[in-house]
């Protein structure tokens, strides 16, 4: 068994940067410097979801006689629970974001605008640990296209609901996921 809790000491748990091709064979082998991040994320954590279609191949008598795949979709869905940088480019875009550094007279300020844009395709991580076992989702590929409404109330806190959309790397594939079981040998 393996719970799905986030692994920020260091950083977010979420972290994106540009898009890439070069898959890690293993964990230890993901370089995740230079990776912005995202926040943090509400109590229902992270969803991946795949799906898939297949079209029925008959026989003359009419016998499914195979099934081939028609057509594979993945997302990874999540609520960021704060208004952080990160947050609020993942969201609205990045092109969409604006940073005004601190200075004596004021704190960092932020403007963010939503519109008609699309969001930039980025390579996304998403950082797993349970005790000594650690797990990272890798998407080489993915794009924020969906983004639900934002509650603006007293008693709860801002959240941003967002969809990541996956796309095929150069070998087909969407979706990474890596673990490492803690055991080490002696």
């Known amino acids: 068994m393996f719970i799905g809790a986030p692994d920020q000491a260091t950083t977010g748990a979420i972290l994106s940067g540009p898009e890439t091709d070069v898959i890690p064979d293993t964990i230890d082998d993901a370089v995740l410097t230079?990776?912005?991040?995202?926040?943090?994320?509400?109590?229902?954590?992270?969803?991946?979801?795949?799906?898939?279609?297949?079209?029925?191949?008959?026989?003359?008598?009419?016998?499914?006689?195979?099934?081939?795949?028609?057509?594979?979709?993945?997302?990874?869905?999540?609520?960021?629970?704060?208004?952080?940088?990160?947050?609020l480019k993942n969201y609205m875009g990045d092109d969409n974001v604006e940073v005004t550094e601190a200075t004596a007279e004021h704190g960092t300020q932020v403007r963010a605008a939503i519109g008609a844009s699309v969001r930039p395709i980025k390579a996304w991580y998403f950082k797993l640990k349970d005790g000594e076992r650690r797990a990272l989702v890798m998407v080489p590929h993915g794009q924020i296209t969906e983004r639900g409404e934002i509650p603006l109330t007293a008693s709860a806190a801002v959240t941003l609901p967002v969809t990541l959309s996956t796309y095929p790397d150069a070998v087909g594939n969407s979706i990474y996921i890596f673990t490492d079981d803690g055991v080490v040998s002696a």
């Open 34 to 87: 230079a990776l912005e991040d995202s926040g943090y994320v509400n109590e229902d954590g992270v969803t991946i979801t795949p799906s898939e279609s297949t079209e029925t191949i008959k026989d003359w008598a009419l016998q499914t006689i195979r099934r081939v795949l028609a057509e594979f979709d993945g997302t990874i869905a999540w609520t960021h629970l704060e208004l952080s940088v990160g947050a």
